[in-house]
């Protein structure tokens, strides 16, 4: 399949100015670039005019099925959140209810631009199910708890689950589905599961996901229980770091901490809406910048953040820190653009994905420049940081495949998905 995408604007970083430019994609991957594009030979032109091509959005952390939970526990902070609304709800989740509740999620977060998404949940197998059959890339991680000190971490189902999904998922349909290991948290786990984890991954060659300081509570009863370790020394001693790792949340992270996870590689999944919404705090995104840790963003699930849009995450980390630093240039477009795009693909280990250049992967989106907020356009990455909404992608492209266009998928029957999701939230959660 060869696809032109031509007279459309790239963003500043690739040096065409406001000229209008041409996109080549060949099967799976980007080929020309250029203000004069090749003759012929083309299965699909695209006009682009009055559209700025980006590269697509990487979602690093989400919790995918709970879609299901949009508005269920609100105005709660994240320990009554959890206890009181979600975990009893999630003891009632099947394979069905995760499936349509991922693939809700799956449709929001194609029509907004997300490309690729980071999960870290329970029934996987069926969440793989869903990013095969819609074409979305996914890093899908069964989450792990083991709060008992006798279990065997061999032996138990959650790692059995893990290991199964491994063995079943991990680099299917050409890479597009990555499988990690995944801690749900230090305070959901034994020290001797962390060791078995850890040794797994690094068996395996395996990334981890893992939730890390969420909130101060978290972070200091860690050292407690913990003879004086925050979650990410404890996590380094453990042998969690001896791979790669993206760290959710680190809201509360000390100077010794920021030091270890920039001598690790550790990626940091910043989720600032998530963790307004459940009054967590604020992470130190600057500091982390200027101590050369890698940060990419995420949404979180629709429970703690109610929806999954990158544009929010986006406009909030960007004017965020500024006000909380009382620093202007705090942050800028430039580089909260690169955390949603680069930092993401670099997050779940996608190398060759996350930027507009020959032979990376045609992971794109259209995003429209004339729309009302949208004009005028000074610089097109401040466009996409303060002014573009979800609605403005016009087109998503996952691996040089187009799975969103103008209102309308290409592999999802919304509508029966729409049935589907209210049947099941009908059935299990009213």
Sequence with gaps: MKILIRNVKLSEEYG??????????????????????????????????????????????????????????????????????????????????????TMLSIAEMLAGGIVSFS????????????????????????????????????????????????????????????????????YTNTERMCRAVAEYAKEN????????????????????????????EFSCDTGLLDSPFCAAHCVYVSDGDLEIMRERGVFVSHNPVSNLKLASGVMPLPKMLSRGVSVSLGTDGSSSNNNLDIFKELKLAAILHKGVTQRADATDAHTICKLATRGGALAQGRTDCGRIAVGQKADLILVDLNSLHNIPSYGYEATVAYSAN??????????????????????????????????VIKHYFD
């Design 205 to 232: 060659a395996l990334a981890i996901q893992m939730h890390i300081s969420e909130t101060e509570k978290e972070h200091e009863e860690c050292k407690m229980r913990r003879k004086g370790r925050t979650p990410i």
């Design 390 to 423: 979800a609605s403005d992608v016009k087109m998503t492209m996952v691996d040089g495949k187009i799975l969103y266009e103008n209102g309308e998928y290409t592999t999802i029957d919304v509508e029966k998905l729409k049935y589907e999701a209210k049947d």
């Design 119 to 186: 999960d870290m949940y329970m029934f996987e197998d069926v969440v793989a199910r869903a990013a095969i059959e819609s074409g979305i890339k996914a890093n899908l991680a069964r989450s792990i708890v083991s709060f008992d000190e006798g279990e065997d971490p061999r032996n138990s189902h959650r790692f059995l689950e893990a290991a199964e999904l491994v063995r079943n998922y991990h680099l299917s349909e050409n890479g597009r589905i990555r499988v990690d290991m995944s801690i749900h948290a230090e």
């Design 16 to 101: 065409f100015g406001n000229a209008s430019v041409s996109v080549v994609v060949s099967d799976d991957r980007i080929s020309y670039i250029g203000t004069e594009p090749p003759t012929g030979g083309y299965d699909r032109v695209i006009e682009g005019k009055e559209n700025l091509l980006f590269s697509g959005f990487y979602n690093s952390h989400c919790h995918a099925a709970m879609s299901l939970f949009r508005g269920y526990g609100e105005d709660l902070p994240l320990d009554r959140w959890l206890n009181e609304r979600i975990f009893p709800a999630e003891e009632r989740l099947t394979e069905k209810s995760v499936y349509t509740g």
